[in-house]
């Protein structure tokens, strides 16, 4: 069943575009990560998903019900965590988790659990938020998303602000809750990250989305970089490969973008004087600036 | 309709101001009732004033010496600037603080973000709205009748008045709350709603008494809402309480209307 289901939708701040014609599905048990750059988009989405937006034109359906009538009834099933996480400042860490659960009818039976998790110490909950510092406050935004065991958690870039180790431990987090069939959706401009937890990405630009894929497959269908060092100097005419565009060459280095099977390569390399070879996987950075170059050409 | 949570959590907020208030208020009216027995202040005030230039008489008016009877004394209390600004911030700052102002600081977005209707945070800060207000204007009362009880001479007070009075001021202080509300639904700062609702309430605060002073701008006496509470008239029975208390309910709830349709479908800003 698809947890959410996003369809058409448009979003314009006056006449300054938000989002345009997004349209996708994420599927329960899935972590999925929704990749751009500042300004794309991303916040503007999630915001629509949460309600917090009104959007333009398009539907949002959670849970198989249509967000627009039953914000209430959906908002009890999801966890929230804002890109800028801004909590009561006057309050402490523990008397503001106290106030918001009251909110839900759903109890906070993880919070124990994502505290020790996420090695919130006893002396730092009892602190007011403002004397918090940026790391300590994304903890607690993120017992505050997740203490309720959400059947969906929406983070807008949850991981920044802490340090590797948190980070880890947040990951751990998330793997967990996806082995109890609960759906992500993570927003994050942090490549390595997306690619370590997450199923499917969608990439967007300037308010539209680019690519809508699982992680692998995206993987497999982006070209692979190929750097040959040959025994000989390259004069003029580098080495033609088929399904290969050549990148640079200098000396006796030769750099090409595979783009289609390393088979139709592989008889052409063994007849050239190859002094060492570097065939690379895409990681998704190359993957995301190739999408980005792509649009913008 | 409303939640609890929610006001619980706002009146305790403003509890230390509200207590402020009340006292403030409470004590103001004892005062009044002190001036006005132990110093024979009307009877100073009407010598003196006989000495003025008719012209400056005309400016102060029959009702600024009325005042130092013993009913205009109490009516007075009630119409008091500090009296009216510090029921004015209660009106103010509950929608300036908490519609704009945690727009701006964030906090809102993780209200609604919580499975709870907009409306009904709308409506339970309202509530909230009404009851501050109605407890200072309390303290008010019981400040009279402590009052009265100290003094035996002003016993024959009217009170059934100065409750009048009191509702009467209630309505005005919950229409500069209505317009606040509304401001808010349009603004993203709470410090920009402070200024303009208090603005506003300076305008009209100052056109009540221009269009009392001065005759060719007399016309615009009914665009100020300060023309709908006069507490002296209501002493003497000159002023149609149902009147003034329709009108300024109407206009509130027009602004709450605007007000509550704007909030239940604005985007909220990150």
């Known amino acids: 069943m698809a947890v959410i289901l996003v369809s058409g939708l448009t979003k314009y701040y006056g006449k300054t575009r938000g989002i345009e014609d997004v349209t996708f599905s994420v599927e329960q048990g899935e972590i999925f990560g929704f990749l751009g750059p500042n300004g794309a988009g991303k916040t503007t989405t999630i915001r629509l998903l949460m309600d917090l937006l009104r959007p333009d034109q398009g539907s949002i359906t959670l849970f198989g019900k249509e967000l627009k009538i039953n914000q209430v009834d959906l908002k009890e099933r999801i966890g929230y965590l804002p890109g800028d996480f801004l909590p009561y400042n006057e309050m402490t860490a523990a008397n503001f988790l106290q ?4 909110y839900r009818s759903r109890p906070p039976e993880l919070r124990q659990h994502l505290l020790d998790k996420l090695n919130l110490s006893l002396r730092e909950f009892s602190q007011k938020i403002k004397h918090l510092s940026h790391g300590t406050r994304q903890k607690l935004g993120i017992v505050f998303a997740l203490e309720h065991n959400p059947d969906l958690a929406i983070l807008d870039e949850p991981t920044s602000g802490l340090d590797p180790l948190v980070q880890e431990a947040f990951y751990e987090i998330l793997w967990d809750f996806r082995r109890r069939g609960k759906t992500i959706f993570l927003s994050s401009h942090i490549l390595p990250e997306v690619e370590k937890v997450c199923h499917r990405v969608a990439i967007i630009r300037a308010g539209k989305i680019v690519a809508l894929e699982e992680i692998e497959k995206l993987k497999a269908k982006r070209p692979r970089r190929l750097v040959l060092s040959l025994k000989n100097k390259v ?3 580098p080495p033609e490969l088929p399904e290969a565009r050549l990148l640079k060459s200098s000396d006796n280095r030769c750099i090409y973008l595979v783009e289609g099977s390393i088979s139709k390569i592989l008889p052409i390399l063994i007849k050239l004087p190859i002094e060492d070879i570097v065939f690379s996987e895409p990681d998704l950075e190359d993957i995301f600036l190739d999408y980005y170059s792509e649009a913008e050409h | 309709m409303i939640s609890r949570n929610y006001i619980y959590k706002t ?3 403003h509890f230390s101001f509200l207590i402020f208030a009340l006292l403030l208020v409470g004590s103001f009216q004892i005062l009044m009732l002190t001036l006005v ?3 024979d202040i009307l009877n100073i005030t009407q010598i003196f004033f006989s000495k003025f230039p008719p012209q400056l008489q005309q400016f102060f008016g029959e009702e600024f010496i009325a005042q130092f009877s013993i009913s205009g004394a109490v009516a007075f209390g009630y119409n008091h600037p500090i009296v009216l600004i510090f029921l004015a911030i209660i009106a103010i700052m509950l929608p300036a603080k908490h519609i704009a102002g945690e727009i701006e600081d964030g906090t809102l977005e993780l ?3 919580l499975p709870i209707k907009r409306i009904k945070l709308s409506f339970s800060l309202w509530i909230l709205s009404v009851l501050m207000p109605l407890i200072a204007i309390i303290g008010g009362w019981s400040g009279t009748l402590i009052g009265m009880m100290i003094y035996p001479q002003t016993s024959n007070l009217p009170f059934v008045k100065i409750f009048q009075i ?3 001021l209630w309505l005005l202080i919950l229409t500069i709350n209505g317009y606040t509300f509304l401001f808010s639904a349009y603004s993203r700062e709470g410090n920009r709603v402070t200024l303009r609702a208090a603005g506003v309430t300076l305008f009209f605060f100052f056109l009540n008494y221009t269009v009392k002073l001065w005759s060719a701008v007399s016309f615009l006496k009914p665009f100020t809402i300060f023309s709908y509470y006069q507490p002296q008239q209501i ?6 309480l149902i009147e003034n208390i329709g009108i300024l309910a109407a206009l509130t709830t027009i602004f709450l209307i605007i007000a509550f349709r704007k ?7 990150g």
């Open chain 2, 235 to 240: 002493v003497t029975g000159q002023a149609s």
């Open chain 2, 263 to 269: 909030i239940n479908k604005m985007d909220i800003p």
């Open chain 1, 99 to 102: 106030y918001m659960a009251k």
């Open chain 2, 166 to 168: 009191g509702i009467n």
């Open chain 2, 111 to 113: 209200l609604v973000s």
């Open chain 2, 11 to 13: 009146f305790k907020e």
């Open chain 2, 37 to 39: 027995v132990e110093a």
């Open chain 1, 235 to 237: 004069v003029e005419k």
